[in-house]
T-cell receptor, first 111, second 116 residues
């Protein structure tokens, strides 16, 4: 079946860049998403990229998409303590169109 | 802006009890979804509704029922709760109008459900 994989944990120092990776087995040709979940809260849409793009930049966030390798990444520049959260990638199924979520990457930012 | 509102925020049940989780959205979205979140497993789709009056099973529908009461409201019912249903439940909505339409989903803050 279709699958979306993320590493579970990433720890960085404040001011460093963070790179969160996501691999998927298949996807429909539409949008791919990154969501952020802060403690005790729901998922907040962070950014997205259309499948015909390689890169999208939005302030401190850069999304890279390698369709050949089925690899999606989220780079956070100048990571702050407020960026500490769980980050989910979500990829639409090529079969159903429904979003398939990765397991989530917990980002820990140390002062 | 309320967005997606879920009630209750916390609930403890005993095995075998029944419970309905409520969800309402004020964005005039067509599609609504129920997910469960378990540690290390991401979000898994329980049921979804592409429009008022229609519902479909997701990845993990067993033990649950849903009702799309109107365009705003989508409820999730546990008829006979089991400890395996201890989880955090999220409701979401989107502008998607068909099963294959990909639009961003907007999430509520979740219901934390414990079943003893």
């Amino acid at each position: 079946g279709e699958d979306v994989e993320q590493s579970l944990f990433l720890s960085v120092r404040e001011g460093d860049s963070s790179v969160i990776n996501c691999t998927y087995t298949d996807s429909s040709s539409t949008y791919l998403y990154w969501y952020k979940q802060e403690p005790g809260a729901g998922l907040q849409l962070l950014t997205y990229i259309f499948s015909n793009m390689d890169m999208k930049q939005d302030q401190r966030l850069t999304v890279l998409l390698n369709k050949k390798d089925k690899h999606l990444s989220l780079r956070i520049a100048d990571t702050q303590t407020g960026d500490s959260a769980i980050y989910f990638c979500a990829v639409p199924s090529s079969n159903t169109g429904k979003l398939i979520f990765g397991q989530g990457t917990t980002l820990q930012v140390k002062p | 802006n309320a967005g997606v509102t879920q009630t209750p925020k916390f609930q403890v049940l005993k095995t075998g009890q029944s419970m309905t989780l409520q969800c309402a959205q004020d964005m005039n979205h067509n599609s609504m979804y129920w997910y469960r979140q378990d540690p290390g497993m991401g979000l898994r789709l329980i049921y979804y509704s592409a429009s008022e009056g229609t519902t479909d099973k997701g990845e993990v529908p067993n033990g649950y029922n849903v009702s799309r009461l109107n365009k705003r409201e989508f409820s999730l019912r546990l008829e006979s709760a089991a400890p395996s249903q201890t989880s955090v439940y999220f409701c979401a909505s989107s502008e998607a109008t068909a099963h294959y339409s990909n639009q961003p989903q907007h999430f509520g803050d979740g219901t934390r459900l414990s079943i003893l």
